[in-house]
């Protein structure tokens, strides 16, 4: 691994979680911490385009904001800041390996983030009564809890 | 695809197989279905195609970059619940601009004009207006379903293409 794919891994995972920290500790809710964030990354990038090497003035600002996509989920499905980074990390080496054929595709990004989340959401983990369960079921509670609520 | 490109490094594919498992097992040990269906009001998705052409413009017009463009039009909309906090329908437009705004990171190669942007967005807020109650809460929903959009779009166009249109 080279110096530039390790800035770039770090970049995925740090995205990640300053995004959730901004969205649920500073609740500026999950479109203003994304969008924000990355905003101020990508402006940095456009006023100071030789600050690093080309490649990474290039790929920073697309992995930050695909980064920021996982930081928005909510903390009732994931709220460990490692598993986030972990995330991010993933998704970062998706990115980093994704197919010629879909450059230039709107949404793609997001889609990655996604697949990287779904494979963090099925890691095993312990609950807090020590019954071995994992994310997607604690997407289902949330889904079923939100159901109940509206109905309510 | 990516495992066709990356044949040659065993990582890639390595990688490839646990992160298909993992969905695969997850998937088949918690199938996400759940009883009821909600629908996002129609009126919250009109906003996808704002959000898209704007972005698609300062991205490929201003050529300002696509993440600087997304991130701009997305800030804006998470500041418009803040003119009215008790407007219920103003707090639903967030996710729907931001949503476009994926779709107008698209390149010139991708989205040939905004006539290709108002088509993605169009069956993306379709799937806005359907997906309301799967994948809540979930980081990337949005990029799915602007990614969705644009596939569909560029299929319809390749389609259509074919046929001499």
């Keep these: 691994?080279?110096?530039?794919?390790?800035?770039?891994?770090?970049?995925?995972?740090?995205?990640?979680?300053?995004?959730?920290?901004?969205?649920?500790?500073?609740?500026?809710?999950?479109?203003?911490?994304?969008?924000?964030?990355?905003?101020?990354?990508?402006?940095?990038?456009?006023?100071?385009?030789?600050?690093?090497?080309?490649?990474?003035?290039?790929?920073?600002?697309?992995?930050?904001?695909?980064?920021?996509?996982?930081?928005?989920?909510?903390?009732?499905l994931l709220s460990s800041y490692i598993k986030i980074g972990l995330a991010g990390v993933i998704f970062c080496t998706i990115f980093l390996n994704t197919s010629r054929f879909f450059t230039g595709y709107g949404g793609a990004l997001g889609t990655t983030a996604s697949i990287s989340l779904l494979a963090v959401l099925s890691l095993p983990v312990l609950n807090l009564r020590g019954r071995l369960t994992n994310g997607f079921e604690q997407l289902r509670k949330a889904v079923y809890t939100e159901d109940k609520r509206r109905v309510k | 695809m990516i495992y066709r490109e990356n044949r040659q490094v065993s990582l890639i594919s390595g990688a490839v197989i646990v992160l298909s498992i993992l969905l695969l097992t997850a998937h088949i040990k918690a199938p996400l279905h759940h009883e009821d269906h909600f629908y996002e009001h129609i009126l919250v998705a009109l906003w996808v195609p704002a959000g898209a052409a704007v972005t698609w413009y300062i991205n490929n017009d201003l050529h300002l970059g696509p993440v600087l463009a997304a991130g701009a039009v997305g800030t804006f909309g998470s500041l418009l619940p803040e003119f009215n906090k008790r407007s219920d329908y103003l707090k639903h437009l967030p996710p729907a601009i931001y949503c476009g705004a994926f779709i107008g990171m698209s390149s010139l190669k991708v989205a040939h004009g905004?006539?290709?942007?108002?088509?993605?967005?169009?069956?993306?807020?379709?799937?806005?207006?359907?997906?309301?109650?799967l994948f809540f809460g979930m980081g990337g929903k949005l990029g799915l379903i602007a990614f969705s959009g644009v596939v569909i779009a560029s299929f319809f166009l390749f389609i259509l293409s074919n046929y001499g249109f």
């Design chain 1, 1 to 76: 691994m080279d110096f530039e794919t390790g800035i770039l891994l770090a970049t995925g995972a740090a995205g990640a979680m300053l995004t959730f920290f901004v969205n649920e500790k500073l609740k500026q809710g999950p479109v203003r911490s994304s969008a924000g964030l990355s905003l101020l990354v990508a402006l940095f990038f456009h006023l100071f385009p030789h600050s690093l090497s080309p490649v990474l003035v290039k790929n920073i600002p697309l992995v930050f904001i695909g980064g920021s996509f996982i930081g928005m989920v909510s903390s009732r």
């Design chain 2, 114 to 133: 905004f006539l290709f942007v108002f088509a993605a967005s169009f069956f993306a807020g379709v799937l806005l207006v359907l997906s309301k109650s």
